[in-house]
């Protein structure tokens, strides 16, 4: 286990390296030059104010959507439910949508921006609740309902961008999920509520395990479960919100990386948990990385080169690939 843990962490590393070398502006060998404490001035913004916290958020915003998904699979008892097809994420952007459009959030009041995807992650999931009703354990009603309940946030979104497309501008982002832009008031906003949050998940790594035994023998344990799967929820969705105020809505993290940590650490949720951490933050920041040497291609090769890749738009395709080989690998699949 502990070679296991080794081998993430060098996996983290790695992509950490290659995200700082693929941004465009800077060589391989500028980076190094800076790291080793050279670099003119213009190189030194570049690589310490911009490349250096992308990567970093995109670390954060990875390890919060793993935990979440794991969290949100143990308690629901649903290897299907995931931030993105539970409500959560599509709630908590437009939480984020609707108060940047209000005016009562923005960039420059990034901590209302995640108060207010926090709001609409919690709504979207209380709607999937009260949808799934007492079946709500039940797999596939469960992911149907989700579907249904994101369509119509997603559908509630689309209508404020509508509204008022002058006033959102960028907001669109948040839509598909991106690292761009991202600087240290970003970081410094992330990093103490995911780790707030996933100290707290993984203080319930062991009423966790008991749900996904089931509720009858979490009972027999002595587990209160509906007070168990309120607090494991309030936790997925306040990880969730956090990373989706920093970098949007990044599609299939939350659902597939839980399928990896079970693979490679088991059932143990106290090692599961840490491990989807590092597995999460190993997704985004390689994903980011590949996004940003397909732009670099993309510069080369298209007309104006302006072109930008986000990483939720590669997250969401080669997620949805995994997806359908796991559905057809598995297609009866249960905790």
Do not use: Y
């Not at 008031?185 to 008991?210: D, K």
């Amino acid at each position: 286990m502990r070679r296991r843990f080794a081998v993430l962490v060098a996996l983290v590393v790695v992509c950490a390296g290659v995200e700082l070398v693929a941004g465009r502006g800077m060589s391989p060998a500028a980076v190094a030059d800076v790291l080793g404490g050279g670099g003119d001035p213009v190189q030194r913004h570049i690589l310490l104010r911009l490349r250096l916290p992308r990567m970093l958020v995109a670390l954060g915003a990875g390890a919060s959507l793993g935990v979440a998904g794991l969290v949100l699979q143990s308690a629901l008892r649903n290897p299907l439910a995931g931030p993105e097809v539970t409500g959560v994420t599509p709630g908590a952007v437009l939480g984020a949508v609707t108060a940047t459009g209000l005016g009562f959030a923005g960039w420059e009041s990034p901590l209302a921006v995640v108060v207010a995807a926090c709001v609409g992650g919690c709504a979207g999931a209380a709607l999937l609740w009260l949808l799934a009703g007492r079946g709500g354990a039940d797999p596939e009603r469960t992911a149907v309902h989700g579907v249904l309940v994101s369509a119509v946030l997603g559908g509630l979104t689309a209508m404020v961008l509508l509204v008022a497309p002058g006033e959102l501008g960028s907001v669109v982002q948040w839509l598909v999920g991106t690292t761009e832009g991202r600087v240290w008031q970003h970081w410094h906003l992330l990093w103490p509520w995911a780790l707030v949050w996933t100290a707290a998940a993984w203080l319930l790594a062991g009423p966790l395990t008991l749900l996904r035994c089931g509720d009858d023998i979490a009972t027999a344990a002595g587990l209160s479960t509906r007070a168990a799967r309120r607090l494991a929820l309030l936790c997925a969705v306040a990880l969730t919100a956090g990373a989706v105020a920093a970098v949007g809505a990044l599609g299939f993290v939350g659902l597939l990386v839980p399928h990896l940590a079970l693979a490679v650490f088991g059932a143990d949720l106290s090692r599961a948990l840490p491990g989807a951490a590092l597995i999460g933050a190993a997704v985004v920041c390689g994903a980011d990385a590949a996004a940003q040497l397909a732009t670099r291609l993309l510069t080369v090769t298209a007309a104006g080169g302006s072109l930008t890749l986000p990483v939720g738009a590669l997250t969401t395709c080669v997620g949805a690939a995994l997806l359908l080989v796991v559905v057809r690998r598995a297609p009866d699949r249960t905790f």
